[in-house]
């Protein structure tokens, strides 16, 4: 049964190569494009140092990120209202 690990061999190489092709690809899309910015691409916010530091190449403030990642904001307002119950009882 020789035949039959070099073929398994053959696939799980393929399979790696695969894996390491597309690892490569989600590294340059997450490459930073270019130089950080100082202020905010959209709304011209300036972009703290620390943010600067931590994503090198970042375009826009955290406002403006979390709206283009489309990061629900309506659920810290119902955690207010609920507190907000709690506090006049
Ligand atoms: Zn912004």
Known sequence: MAGGWSRD???SEQIEASI?????????RRAPMGESRT?????????PEARRTAI?????????Q?????????RAG?????????QLK
């Open 66 to 74: 979390q709206e283009r990642d489309g990061r629900p904001v309506s």
């Open 20 to 28: 390491a092709e597309e690892l490569e690809r989600m590294k340059a």
């Open 78 to 86: 119902f955690n207010r209202r609920g507190s907000k119950d709690s």
């Open 56 to 64: 090198p190449g970042v375009k826009l403030c955290i406002d403006c």
């Open 9 to 11: 061999g053959a696939v």
């Open 39 to 47: 202020h905010c691409a959209e709304c011209e916010e300036e972009i």
